[in-house]
């Protein structure tokens, strides 16, 4: 059994961090078997390193070793990249193609950001790893395949199942054993390392002098916290080679490199679950308001509904005093008068001369009793709703010079039912 320092050598990986060694000593072990083996990890860490190193050391070295990006990969064309199609399959299917789990018999298949798999695909991808069985697209006959998987992905896996984009059943196949490599951030003792690496490979790349940090630029490098890990430490390196003609770099010159370095000690912010009392956009405030002024217009339904079949209303009002409570608010005295004589007239549609004496009525009752329309309207004869719709049928009609169908739209009715109104009433 190799070394972890032959392998880092072997596959030039560079570090001396605790995590990184276990990460390739477990890949070391496991690789003579045909397990299945799930390489977990932030974009950029480098998990493409680790299926080269299983396959090299596995009895499959001499087979094929594919690399596929399942996230690349349009969700209607990769159950044919996979597992093959026959003619006629579908449209432009023009000839039997062979996927990447025939062509790849007896190796291994790197199926990297394996978490975009669609979920027709992952059944597929099931069986595979159950009984090496497949079907083509627009084939039914079975075929066998004998290949070991090694899967990656930068994505929280568990979030993944909890939220149904990913089936359970498989992720315990694929994780057989889990290799899980750190972010850059938790290695700070090989960040200047493998930058000086980078540093060194493009200047002979572009035949330049290799550029050197100062001591101020090492100590900024360190802290930075590099979300794009090992890629991003590679950009700036090539970027700074090839961009600055002093080989030199200050901390100021790095730091016009390094986005957004000024907040790169900020705590991060740790996700927590949605609380039901949050709003995430415009339109659940929006159903909110929407559900509220529902709830109002109901409350209002019931006490007008009260009001007129009741002849009793200071009972009506003792009864439904939170109500009106809820309705109306705490509002001054002035407002409340002016705000019970607009309900009495928009909601309970009372004729001028019982709005005429519902209003002069608080002049002659306590400055107490907030809800004295109430009892005045007892003092008039309440309309029935029959007489009220019989009413606002003949306004209607008489505005609209007896046209029914214009006075049936005014009213929000077909006009049949306008019709039959007429003659039930006979108007």
């Excluded at 597992?83 to 299917?93: P, Q, R, V």
């Excluded at 490098?221 to 700074?240: D, M, V």
């Excluded at 200050?250 to 705590?267: F, R, V």
């Excluded at 949605?274 to 509220?292: A, G, H």
Aim: glycine share 6%; charged share 30%.
């Amino acid at each position: 059994m190799e070394s972890v320092q032959s392998i880092k050598q072997r596959f030039e990986l560079i570090g001396n961090d605790v995590k990184l060694n276990r990460a390739i000593e477990k890949a070391i072990q496991v690789a003579p078997t045909d397990i299945s083996v799930l390489v977990t990890g932030e974009s950029g860490v480098g998990k493409e390193s680790i299926p080269k190193i299983i396959h090299s050391l596995s009895h499959r070295k001499h087979a094929k070793y594919i690399a596929v990006n399942c996230g690349a990969i349009p969700e209607g064309t990769i159950d044919s990249e996979l597992f093959g199609h026959e003619k006629g399959a579908f449209t432009g299917a023009t000839q039997t193609r062979s996927g990447y789990f025939e062509v790849a018999d007896g190796g291994t298949i790197f199926l990297d950001e394996v978490g975009e798999l669609p979920l027709t695909t992952q059944v597929r991808l099931l069986r595979v790893l159950e009984n090496g069985e497949f079907l083509k697209v627009g084939s039914s006959q079975v075929q066998k395949t004998d290949v070991r998987i090694v899967a990656a992905t930068n994505i929280n896996m568990f979030e993944a199942i909890k939220k149904e984009k990913f089936r359970e059943d498989l992720y315990y196949r694929l994780s057989t054993v889990e290799i899980h490599i750190p972010p850059l951030r938790e290695r700070r003792e090989d960040i200047h390392l493998l930058f000086r690496k980078f540093a060194s490979d493009f200047g002979q790349k572009y035949k330049m002098p290799t550029i050197r940090l100062e001591d101020d630029a090492v100590h900024l490098l360190l802290k930075y916290h590099w979300p794009g890990n090992i890629r991003q430490l590679r950009n700036i390196a090539e970027q700074i080679s090839v961009l600055e003609e002093n080989r030199t770099i200050s901390a100021a010159t790095l730091n016009s490199y390094l986005p957004d370095a000024a907040g790169s000690n900020l705590p991060a912010v740790v996700g927590q679950p949605k609380k039901e009392s949050d709003f995430s956009n415009e339109r659940e405030i929006l159903y909110k308001v929407l559900f509220d002024m529902k709830s109002d217009l109901n409350d209002l339904k019931k006490l007008t509904l009260e009001l007129l079949k009741d002849n009793d209303t200071s009972k009506v009002q003792k009864e439904n005093e939170n109500l009106i409570r809820k309705i109306y608010g705490s509002h001054e005295e002035e407002e409340d008068i002016d705000l019970e004589e607009n309900v009495a007239t928009e909601v309970l549609g009372l004729p001028e001369p019982v709005m005429e004496a519902t209003s002069a009525a608080p002049a002659m009752q306590p400055q107490e009793d907030r809800y004295h329309f109430a009892e005045e309207i007892q003092e008039e004869e309440t309309l029935s709703l029959q007489e009220k719709e019989i009413e606002l049928i003949k306004k209607s009609l008489e505005r609209n010079r007896g046209k029914r169908k214009a006075a049936a739209a005014e009213l929000g009715i077909s006009e049949r039912t306008l019709y039959r109104k007429i003659k039930q009433y006979d108007l």
